[in-house]
């Protein structure tokens, strides 16, 4: 079965820095690309970076890009968010989500407040 433990938000103050951890289990983690979107109250569930493990290629929202980094440990079978310069609009639960063999996986979501 395939699982996903999302881990690392809190509270930071605006320009401060998180990251995020999602570990991966039942799927080959190296023919997989995982997604974190983030949901902010009130609004949509939003994409903000993906990463593919087996060549490391990443795609960006706008809304995060040059702040925001993706990167995967394969080792580890994990995936990290580093999010610096955080904004009071970043506040939101934070997911991670893979897509295997033709269905949807969701993380359990990680709360990420920043305050002003």
């Known amino acids: 079965e395939v699982q996903l433990q999302a881990s690392g938000g809190g509270l930071v103050q605006a320009g401060g820095s998180l990251r995020l951890s999602c570990a991966v289990s039942?799927?080959?983690?190296?023919?997989?690309?995982i997604a974190w979107f983030r949901q902010a109250p009130g609004k949509e569930r939003e994409g903000i970076a993906c990463i593919v493990s087996d060549n490391d290629d990443t795609v960006y929202s706008d809304s995060v890009k040059g702040r925001f980094t993706i990167a995967s440990d394969n080792a580890k079978n994990t995936v990290y968010l580093q999010m610096n310069s955080l904004k009071p609009e970043d506040t939101a639960v934070y997911y991670c989500?893979?897509?295997?063999?033709?269905?949807?996986?969701w993380g359990q979501g990680t709360l990420v407040t920043v305050s002003s």
């Open positions: 039942g799927l080959t983690f190296g023919n997989s690309a």
């Open positions: 989500n893979t897509k295997w063999k033709l269905r949807d996986y």
